[in-house]
């Protein structure tokens, strides 16, 4: 098995669902040596998700003890800025500095274009990039080694419109463009910045009638996968992947938007 990850500390945000890309990273950043600590938001899974997402915060911690790491998680509620030092220094306090951070936490809402309010902005805002922007400041802030890794998941907002999800696909077409900037300010501090596209993912919204739309689309004739998504993120925080920063990556499997 490959440790390329040994001894280091991640923090993973919006990990609560057991089939959800959050969890994948989790478990891929173990397998390589990663210690973990997540993050949590369950009011905000009961209100999004319902019947077959699986929230088990304690689960997931005992598959990743499983494999030789220390792991331990947070229920917060990351729109509330207060909120995020505190985070770092209870990480810090309780699994050491980390160096790997996986910005996975998302707001995501449908709504009809017409029905945009302040609020929902609001809302989308908080978490898809005020939330990742300072946790990724404030994680650069206390970075103390030689390597550090930012990955930060978004949705290829640049590769065409997302229908029906105008606040989401605000929000989230503006992590490319933080992606871009903050890799050229924290570089000299030796960590890398990224950005992480899956395309469609099947973390349980996907129903056998959704599939025959999707599937076709797909020229690998399968739907993307969580561990997908998570062995590439988890890549990105490697040794190998140091000479990869300032890229929105599409990893899609061939995904063919017309």
């Known amino acids: 098995m490959n440790r390329s990850l040994e001894g280091r500390t ?5 990990a609560s669902r057991l089939n959800g890309i959050g969890a994948a990273v ?17 009011t905000y899974d009961t209100t999004m998700h319902t019947g077959n997402h699986t929230n088990d915060p304690e689960l997931l911690v005992e598959k990743l003890k499983d494999r030789g790491v ?26 050491g500095t980390p160096t790997i951070l996986i910005n996975n936490a998302c707001m995501s809402q449908s709504h009809n274009w017409e029905d945009t309010t302040s609020a929902i902005l609001d809302a989308h805002y908080a978490i898809n990039i005020r939330a990742t922007t300072l946790l990724s400041i404030e994680f650069a802030k206390r970075f103390i080694g030689d390597r550090g890794s930012i990955v930060h998941l978004t949705s290829g907002q640049s590769k065409g419109p997302m ?3 105008l ?11 933080l992606t871009i900037s903050l890799a050229a300010e924290i570089g000299h501090k030796g960590i890398t910045v990224n950005a992480v596209n899956p395309g469609p993912t099947d973390t349980g919204w996907i129903n056998p009638e959704l599939e025959k739309i999707l599937l076709p689309k797909f020229p690998g004739g399968k739907i993307g996968k969580p561990e997908d998504a998570a062995r590439l993120v988890a890549f990105l925080a490697t040794p190998e992947a140091e000479w990869i920063t300032g890229q929105i990556i599409h990893s899609e499997g061939g995904f063919l938007r017309q």
Do not use: M, Q
């Open 26 to 42: 989790c478990l891929e950043l173990a397998n390589r040596g990663a210690h973990i600590f997540f993050t949590t938001w369950g």
């Open 167 to 177: 606040a989401y696909a605000a929000t989230k077409g503006a992590v490319d463009a």
């Open 70 to 95: 220390k792991s331990l998680y947070e229920e917060i509620d990351l729109s509330v800025s207060e909120h995020i030092p505190a985070l770092l220094e209870k990480v810090e306090r309780d699994l």
């Open 163 to 165: 229908l029906g999800e």
């Open 10 to 14: 991640a923090i993973v945000t919006g």
